[in-house]
């Protein structure tokens, strides 16, 4: 996420939804299985409630921090 390109948080956590089992991922978001493949996919483009929901099937959480350094300095 700090590279700032959303197609590599997408890959990220297809690659880990692929290693838990798509099926059981989808089914723990609510989300179809095909649904999941193509929110995910290089030419997908996953809504933010769809990244979350996978997110929380992946048994995982999503925090935000402040930026740190002389570039993101207010």
Known sequence: MQDGDPQLLADGLGDLA????ISQVARDAG???????K???SSG???LATV???ISAL????????AVGPEKAA
């Open 59 to 66: 048994g995982l959480q999503l925090h935000a921090s402040p």
């Open 18 to 21: 692929r290693v838990k089992g």
């Open 52 to 54: 979350l929901e996978v």
């Open 45 to 47: 483009n996953p809504e």
């Open 39 to 41: 929110a995910l996919s």
């Open 31 to 37: 989300l179809g299985r095909e649904s999941l493949y």
